[in-house]
């Protein structure tokens, strides 16, 4: 479901409105459903962080892993949370030292440190656990081939 949301939000992102020139300088574009994709971002970005600390307290507060599962599979609420709070963590201290930066944005001289320390901590995190998540996706199939 949450794979068929996105879909379809970015694929009308990219086709209703895209090319919508901006209205102080017809030279950039402003697309029409670019607070769908920011809100999207983020409200996955705080569902994924909720369900973590959830998982993590939830095996926290029931002993451990209920599972047979040992070596990697049976820490996956742990490794999953450390590496929750370790993105968030390089993602806050890319943003706070970029915050001093001004920036243009649709033309406009635009700095306000507190949405630039978030949209750095959001990106750099989604980026780094996006990549964990292949590497384990990766890893889980190299070792299922060789049982």
């Given at each position: ?45 705080f569902i994924a962080a909720a369900l973590t600390v ?42 706070f030292s970029n915050s001093s930066e001004r920036l ?20 750099i995190s989604i980026a780094i656990l996006m990549v ?16």
């Open positions: 479901m949450l794979m068929g949301i996105t879909i379809v939000s970015f694929v009308l992102f990219m086709l209703v409105g895209y090319d919508t020139p901006y209205e102080e300088n017809p030279k950039q574009n402003a697309p029409l459903l670019t607070d769908l994709i920011l809100v999207l971002c983020f409200a996955f970005t959830w998982s993590a307290v939830m095996q926290f507060t029931k002993g451990g892993s209920t599972s047979k599962d040992e070596g990697i599979a049976g820490k996956t609420g742990l490794f999953s949370t450390i590496a929750l709070v370790a993105s968030l963590v390089i993602g806050a201290a890319v943003g243009l944005i649709n033309g406009k001289d635009w700095n306000n440190p507190t949405d630039i320390i978030m949209t750095d901590t959001s990106i964990l998540t292949i590497v384990a996706v990766v890893y889980s199939m190299v070792v299922r081939t060789k049982k």
